[in-house]
């Protein structure tokens, strides 16, 4: 069975810093290209970010480009999210997903949540 | 890139059919057979329901399908059951800069 397990989110001030990871299992996680997906409180699906399987082709949203990075490390099945200079507005729960082709999200991780607050 | 266009709320009763849209443009839903729908049921994380407009995963009930004319795409869901109320996201590729674009989202009731 596929399993995405998100972690490291918690509370950060405005302007601060996080970092996400999704560990991966039972998948060839080197295969696969990998997404960010966020859900702010009470609010819609947004893409954040994708990845290629070795990390050749990258994407950002617009509301994150330049204060967001992903990467990911294919020898330790893990995705990651760098997400420096934080904002009020990026409070959101953050999922990872793996994509099997385009727009094609499946499985999603449970989520980690981000709250970006003073 | 703008956001998919979907009603924010449909309702049915159960056994009846419903219908949800989602209406992009010629750079996403009406360029590409790479349409998605997500389930998701409150604080649960989304699952897919349909890919590539028409195809079901293994495990989704046949009772899920999908459809695309022109800019918009549906899903279809036959036979509602009280299980089913949830809320929806349709998704596709998107030419541009970002690749993937979601709709707003569907809260479906059933009655």
């Known amino acids: 069975e596929v399993q995405l397990v998100e972690s490291g989110g918690g509370l950060v001030k405005p302007g601060g810093s996080l970092r996400l990871s999704c560990a991966a299992s039972?998948?060839?996680?080197?295969?696969?290209?990998m997404n960010w997906v966020r859900q702010a409180p009470g609010k819609g699906l947004e893409w954040v970010s994708s990845?290629?399987?070795?990390?050749?082709?990258?994407y950002y949203a617009d509301s994150v480009k330049g204060r967001f990075t992903i990467s990911r490390d294919n020898a330790k099945n893990s995705l990651y999210l760098q997400m420096n200079s934080l904002r009020a507005e990026d409070t959101a729960v953050y999922y990872c997903?793996?994509?099997?082709?385009?727009?094609?999200?499946?499985?999603w991780g449970q989520g980690t949540l981000v709250t970006v607050s003073s | 890139q703008s956001a998919l266009t979907q009603p924010a709320s449909v309702s049915g009763s159960p056994g009846q059919s419903i219908t949800i849209s989602c209406t992009g443009t010629s750079s996403d839903v009406g360029g590409y057979n790479y349409v998605s729908w997500y389930q998701q049921h409150p604080g649960k994380a989304p699952k897919l329901m349909i890919y590539?407009?028409?195809n079901r995963p293994s495990g989704v009930s046949n009772r899920f399908s999908g459809s695309k004319s022109g800019n918009t795409a549906s899903l279809t869901i036959s036979g509602l059951q009280a299980e089913d109320e949830a809320d929806y996201y349709c998704?596709?590729?998107?030419?541009?800069?970002?690749?993937?674009?979601f709709g707003g989202g569907t809260k479906l009731t059933v009655l």
């Open positions: 997903a793996r994509q099997v082709n385009w727009g094609r999200f499946d499985p």
């Open positions: 039972g998948l060839t996680f080197s295969s696969y290209s």
């Open positions: 590539e407009v028409s």
């Open positions: 990845i290629s399987s070795s990390s050749s082709y990258i």
């Open positions: 998704s596709s590729y998107t030419t541009g800069s970002t690749n993937v674009v």
